[in-house]
Nanobody, 119 residues
C-alpha cells in the first residue's frame, strides 16, 4: 500500500510562490509515474503536472506552463511542485498521486493540501 502525504500549501497573494511537497511511503519510484492534480470549488479535478520515475516525460496543463515545475527526489521518495507567479485561479486543493506504469489510472492519492491565492 502506497501512502502519500502532501505539505506546503497556504494562503498567499497573487504573484507569490509556493513549493508543494509529497512524501511517498514506497519502496522505489522505479516504473511509477507521479503527478499533481488540483480541484477548485465547484470544478472537476484536473491534472496539473506529471513526471516519470526517471525524471522524464514531464507534462503540464497549459494554464501552468512556464510557472510551475514538477520534480522528484528518488532517494528521498519525494515529489515536488514549485509554483511561481501564482494567480487567484490557481486556488484549489492540490493532490499528489502515483500510479504504476502498467496501470492506466492513479490509484494512490494523498489527502490534499489547500492553496489559496488572494488578489
Amino acid at each position: 500500500q502506497v501512502q502519500l502525504v502532501e505539505s506546503g500549501g497556504g494562503l498567499v497573494q497573487a504573484g507569490a510562490s509556493l513549493r508543494l511537497s509529497c512524501a511517498a511511503s514506497i519502496r522505489t519510484f522505479v516504473n511509477y509515474r507521479m503527478a499533481w492534480f488540483r480541484q477548485a470549488p465547484g470544478k472537476e479535478r484536473e491534472a496539473v503536472a506529471g513526471i516519470l520515475w526517471n525524471g522524464g516525460d514531464i507534462l503540464y496543463t497549459d494554464s501552468v506552463k512556464g510557472r510551475f515545475t514538477i520534480s522528484l527526489d528518488n532517494a528521498k521518495k519525494m515529489v515536488y511542485l514549485e509554483m511561481n507567479s501564482l494567480k487567484p485561479e490557481d486556488t484549489a486543493v492540490y493532490y499528489c498521486a502515483v500510479r504504476r506504469l502498467s496501470e492506466s489510472q492513479y490509484f494512490y492519492w494523498g489527502q490534499g493540501t489547500q492553496v489559496t491565492v488572494s488578489t
